[in-house]
């Protein structure tokens, strides 16, 4: 390789350089070389920014899809539990009802006694 300082331009530059650096002909200048280069540095510093962000926005959509379904998990749990109480809170009511029905049929019972005890002396007397 030789360098003319003359025009500032690379003679018989290898091609596996020129293909690295995007150069087209032998006699590209040095300013435009050193162009290319920052190129593909900016390109590969924006790729990697390109990557950390999609991670990191990858990151990002899981942690909110995890704490969505968290979040739903609870709202049913708490549907269930309501469910749970209400089902309780029927049966106790349903309970305590079976008790007043069997408080009432037994005073029930002992009035109709009495009543039969009553009549059977009226019958009697007469």
């Known amino acids: 390789m030789t360098f003319s300082p003359v025009n500032n331009s ?12 995007g150069l087209r002909s032998p006699e590209t200048p040095l300013f435009e070389l050193i162009i290319n280069n920052n190129k593909l540095g900016y390109i590969k510093k924006k ?10 926005n990858l990151l990002l959509r899981n942690k909110q899809k995890r704490l969505q379904k968290q979040k739903s998990l609870k709202q049913k749990q708490k549907q269930i539990q309501i469910q749970i109480q209400i089902q309780k809170q029927k049966r106790l009511d349903a309970e305590s009802k079976n008790k007043i029905n069997r408080r009432l049929m037994k005073k029930l019972d002992n009035f109709d006694q009495e009543i039969d005890a009553d009549l059977e002396q009226l019958f009697k007397n007469f």
């Open 10 to 21: 690379y003679q018989n530059f290898p091609n596996n350089l020129r293909k690295l650096f």
């Open 47 to 56: 790729r990697k920014k390109d990557l950390r962000n999609k991670k990191r």
